[in-house]
């Protein structure tokens, strides 16, 4: 069973930044396609940040200029980096991985931006 596991949510002020990692089980050189999604109080679940297996990225214009997709091949790891954070940004954050035989999700972690 793959695995997803995120972690780096917290407080934050706003303005203030934030690196989100999640671990993956195995390879991530086997995903199709890698993101991070966000859901907030009362509201979907939506896209913050995608990044396919060729490293093509594509952000939310919400996010786009302050957020930073990458991934460590190495470490198996995905991350997100936030900067400048709103407190619009608050939410849960899941990482997803889509594989040809199935999507996965994290359990996610919580990202709090409050003065």
């Known amino acids: 069973q793959v695995q997803l596991v995120e972690s780096g949510g917290g407080l934050v002020q706003p303005g203030e930044s934030l690196r989100l990692s999640c671990a993956a089980s195995g390879s991530i050189l086997q995903f199709l396609d890698m993101g991070w999604y966000r859901q907030a109080p009362g509201k979907q679940r939506d896209l913050a940040a995608r990044?396919?297996?060729?490293?093509?990225?594509n952000y939310a214009d919400s996010v786009k200029g302050r957020f930073t997709i990458s991934r460590d091949n190495t470490k198996n790891t995905l991350y997100l980096q936030m900067n400048s954070l709103k407190p619009e940004d608050t939410a849960v954050y899941y990482c997803?991985?889509?594989?040809?035989?199935?999507?996965?999700w994290g359990q996610g972690t919580q990202v709090t931006v409050s003065s």
């Open positions: 997803y991985g889509r594989l040809r035989l199935g999507d996965y």
């Open positions: 990044i396919t297996s060729t490293g093509r990225t």
